[in-house]
């Protein structure tokens, strides 16, 4: 067995997470990743169709290009970010209040009801009954099940937060005039802001087109549900990269033997998210006839803003990194860089992420202007952006914190650190070639 990665928590701190939490953490973190595994490999036959080879016809179950393309777009960006991001965040609350969580067995209780949702999508999916894309646009209808299987995803995520406050509140009552940890305070900002955004999807989903693929409804607005679901569409993308700038701002600086620049600008960032993330959705709908020229430069306007926290996230993970780069020995302008623990995958994995997601950045406040955007809208430059982003630095994040996390929560060694640097390496060369 090969000697394990880094961690930022061992087995011989003074509080260990009870086993029935790490078991929560581990089932969530395992549909996860099998949900990934299976939306990889839709996008390697979607690869070969773009190249002239047909692999469809040897997999019965997926009938054609739109139905693997909806697997891998659910799969991926909805179910694996969605049930790693529970596993992960569950973990954070109480491994940094060092209390159980409240109320006890509510997690599982989220488990389940997250796990018959995603089985309904399966299900969906799988039949061909629900060939509508990851954005789930009206007039393309899906089977019930299909929407009501994302209700339950979305309920669940709304539980998260019901245990992160009530573990919160309890940790408070122990704790009185103690200053919140800051790990458990951008938990906290994370599932505030996305309960906030997640409203705009429930209201589509449970309004509209669940009565409507039920047959209550005759029909449904295509631009109101479409923008209902961009009320949500974008922030969702704060879901993602949050859980990642936890691990960035608060466990990847310790993993490089350094330490976080400023508590005070992090804080400040995870606040600023929560209003800043939210009315950003409309510069997806700047070619939408509906939606009036007005709220389309309000929409840019803030989106350019909320560029404003993720610029205050860079400069602090890299003044953090740099840190414990020089505490290495690393000397000159750029010489910490090269001190920086690359070896350890747990921390390169991470490390690779930020150098891509860096493009992705840039190429979102293209997104962003209206003039561009008009340019760069339904080309390969927006599924570009969103491999640079959701693909690159969500995902390559969420596989360097794993190969710390699994180690802690099963008490055992990763298996190979050697594979696991080799796996980050053709990730981030396969992203940054497609």
């Keep these: ?83 790693f991001i529970g596993g992960f965040l569950l973990f954070v609350v109480g491994r940094g209040l060092e209390r159980p969580l409240e109320p006890a067995g ?94 705009g999807i429930a209201i589509e989903f449970v309004g509209f087109l669940i009565p409507w693929s039920l047959g209550w409804l005759p029909g449904v607005d295509p631009l109101l549900t479409r923008t209902l679901f961009w009320l949500t569409g974008h922030p969702i993308v704060y879901f993602w990269l949050l859980p990642a700038y936890i691990s960035w701002y608060f466990m990847l600086p310790k993993q490089a033997g350094g330490k976080l620049f400023s508590e005070q600008l992090a804080r400040l960032a995870f606040l600023l998210f929560i209003p800043l993330s939210l009315p950003v959705g409309f510069h997806h709908q700047y070619l939408d006839p509906g939606v009036s020229e007005g709220y389309k430069a309000i929409h840019a306007f803030l989106t350019f803003a909320v560029f404003m926290p993720s610029a205050m996230t860079a400069f602090t993970v890299l003044a953090s990194l740099e840190i414990g780069g020089r505490a290495r020995g690393g000397k000159g302008l750029l010489g910490w860089v090269t001190r920086l623990p690359w070896g350890d995958p ?40 969103f491999h640079l982003t959701v693909g690159t630095a969500v995902t390559l994040s969420f596989m360097g914190i794993t190969y710390w996390l699994i180690p802690y929560l099963t008490g055992r060694a990763l298996y190979s650190p050697g594979m696991a640097r080799l796996q980050a390496w053709l990730w981030f060369i396969g992203m940054a070639l497609m």
């Design 106 to 199: 509510l997690g599982w209780v989220t488990f389940w009801l997250m796990a018959v949702g995603v089985v309904m999508v399966d299900y969906t999916l799988f039949t061909n009954q629900a060939s509508v894309l990851f954005t789930s646009y009206a007039p393309l209808q899906a089977h019930p099940l299909y929407y009501l299987g994302l209700a339950l995803v979305v309920v669940g995520t709304w539980l998260m937060l019901l245990i992160t406050v009530r573990t919160t509140l309890a940790w408070r009552r122990e704790n009185p005039g103690k200053k919140l940890p800051l790990i458990a305070f951008a938990a906290n900002a994370t599932l505030i802001m996305w309960t906030l955004a997640s409203v």
């Design 1 to 83: 067995m090969a000697a394990t990665t880094s961690r930022v928590v061992a087995r011989g701190d003074a509080y260990l997470v009870p086993e029935s939490e790490r078991k929560l953490s581990l089932a969530f973190i395992a549909v996860g990743f099998a949900h990934l595994l299976i939306g990889v490999l839709l996008g390697f036959m979607q690869g070969m169709e773009h190249a002239g080879i047909d692999l469809y016809a040897y997999v019965p179950l997926i009938r054609h290009y739109y139905q693997g393309l909806s697997i891998h777009g659910v799969f991926n960006v909805l179910v694996f970010t969605t049930c």
């Design 346 to 385: 747990a921390v390169g994995a991470q490390l690779l992420a930020m150098v891509l997601f860096a493009l992705g950045g840039v190429s979102g406040l293209i997104n962003a202007s209206y003039n561009m955007n008009l340019l760069v809208h339904n080309t390969l430059w927006v599924v570009g952006h």
